[in-house]
């Protein structure tokens, strides 16, 4: 009856959908559509910002803004995620030069890369390439991997090795959602594991004996920790009470644009970064 033709209305419009973002994600005008924002992230002892996480945005003038979640995946699977990651990089890279040239001082900037990406065998060269092109300081580069993409325990050691030799930091992201084994962590040369957000969301609920354990456990291993997705003051407040490095999240900011995250880099110089100084 009317529900049958409802369903089947409402899936064609998500089947065309998704016909026509992988169409508008093929065309070369995409990367006039793509643009990076920076989250800030903050050193939780001192309330200041330490850096900057890099995430792609798309604006695409019919379908408006499309997010990662949606079209990282489609990618993914279209292969696409190899240039659009050497873009992203690049992109990043150049800004970053630009920032250290001007005398802005971000510790450093992160970047994601995606399984696939990592696991590709140009993406050393690729790295390589785009430092080399930029002039950019790879000390000041974070690349973030999540679990997945270390499945291949001894391919990847080899790839971060090669990483770690060019001065380029390792984050872990969304640790605690993937599928890897535990062992790598000790096993791997990692700087930093970035919490997932789901488990300081869980804080509100009983999440806090999961938390502490991935505190402890990175901390004891020499990384650093740092927690995703902090949104409220009770999070932040329990997060630096268990000694947890760094936090990022809606808290302090949202990711904003180039400038905006040099505005809020300066308005802390002097002071720290106090939420409701600047909002
Ligand atoms: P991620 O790397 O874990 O990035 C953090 C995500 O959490 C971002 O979503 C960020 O906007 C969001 N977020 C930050 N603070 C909060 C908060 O307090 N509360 C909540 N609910 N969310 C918060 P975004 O920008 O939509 O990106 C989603 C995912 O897409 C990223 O997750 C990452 O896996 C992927 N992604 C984004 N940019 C890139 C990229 O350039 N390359 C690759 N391969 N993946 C990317
Ligand atoms: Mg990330
Ligand atoms: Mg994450
Ligand atoms: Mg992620």
Same mark, same amino acid.
Request: one cysteine or more; proline letters at 4%.
């Given at each position: 009856?009317?529900?049958?033709?409802?369903?089947?209305?409402n899936?064609?419009?998500k089947?065309?959908?998704y016909?026509?973002i992988?169409?508008?994600?093929?065309?070369?005008?995409?990367?006039?559509?793509?643009?990076?924002?920076?989250?800030?992230?903050?050193?939780l002892?001192?309330?200041?910002?330490?850096?900057?996480?890099?995430?792609?945005?798309w604006?695409?003038?019919q379908?408006?803004?499309?997010?990662p979640?949606?079209?990282i995946?489609l990618?993914?699977?279209?292969?696409?995620?190899?240039?659009?990651?050497?873009?992203?990089?690049?992109?990043?890279?150049?800004?970053?030069?630009?920032?250290?040239?001007?005398g802005?001082?971000?510790?450093?900037v992160?970047?994601?890369?995606?399984?696939?990406?990592?696991?590709?065998?140009?993406?050393?060269?690729?790295?390589?390439?785009?430092?080399?092109?930029?002039?950019m300081?790879?000390?000041?580069?974070?690349?973030e991997?999540?679990?997945?993409?270390?499945?291949?325990?001894?391919?990847?050691?080899n790839? $971060?090795?090669?990483l /770690? #030799? =060019?001065? +380029?930091h390792?984050?872990?992201? *969304?640790?605690?959602?993937?599928? @890897?084994? $535990?062992?790598?962590? /000790? #096993? =791997?040369? +990692?700087?930093?594991?970035?919490? *997932?957000?789901?488990f300081?969301? @869980?804080?509100?609920i009983?999440?806090?004996?999961l938390?502490?354990?991935?505190?402890n456990?990175?901390?004891?291993?020499?990384?650093?920790?740092?927690?995703e997705?902090?949104?409220?003051?009770?999070?932040m407040?329990?997060?630096?009470?268990?000694h947890?490095?760094e936090?990022?999240?809606?808290?302090?900011?949202?990711?904003?644009?180039?400038e905006?995250?040099?505005?809020?880099?300066?308005?802390?110089?002097?002071?720290?970064f106090?939420?409701?100084?600047?909002?």
């Amino acid at each position: 009856g009317n529900t049958y033709c409802f369903n089947t209305a409402n899936q064609n419009m998500k089947v065309n959908r998704y016909y026509q973002i992988e169409q508008e994600l093929r065309k070369p005008i995409l990367y006039e559509q793509l643009s990076v924002v920076y989250q800030p992230l903050i050193n939780l002892k001192n309330n200041k910002i330490v850096g900057a996480e890099a995430l792609l945005r798309w604006h695409h003038p019919q379908l408006g803004n499309v997010t990662p979640i949606e079209f990282i995946p489609l990618l993914e699977e279209l292969g696409l995620i190899i240039p659009v990651g050497k873009w992203v990089l690049r992109s990043v890279c150049n800004q970053m030069k630009q920032w250290q040239d001007t005398g802005v001082f971000l510790e450093r900037v992160s970047v994601n890369v995606s399984p696939l990406q990592f696991q590709n065998s140009d993406f050393l060269l690729d790295v390589k390439q785009v430092l080399a092109e930029t002039a950019m300081d790879p000390h000041l580069l974070e690349i973030e991997i999540t679990e997945n993409a270390l499945l291949n325990i001894n391919e990847s050691l080899n790839t $971060l090795l090669a990483l /770690k #030799e =060019l001065g +380029i930091h390792i984050s872990i992201d *969304d640790f605690g959602t993937g599928y @890897s084994s $535990l062992s790598y962590l /000790k #096993e =791997l040369p +990692i700087d930093t594991l970035k919490i *997932d957000k789901s488990f300081i969301q @869980s804080l509100n609920i009983d999440g806090e004996i999961l938390v502490n354990t991935i505190i402890n456990m990175g901390k004891n291993l020499n990384h650093t920790v740092l927690a995703e997705g902090i949104e409220t003051k009770d999070q932040m407040a329990y997060l630096k009470n268990q000694h947890c490095h760094e936090g990022q999240g809606y808290y302090w900011s949202k990711p904003v644009n180039s400038e905006e995250i040099v505005k809020l880099k300066m308005l802390e110089d002097g002071s720290t970064f106090e939420k409701d100084a600047h909002y």
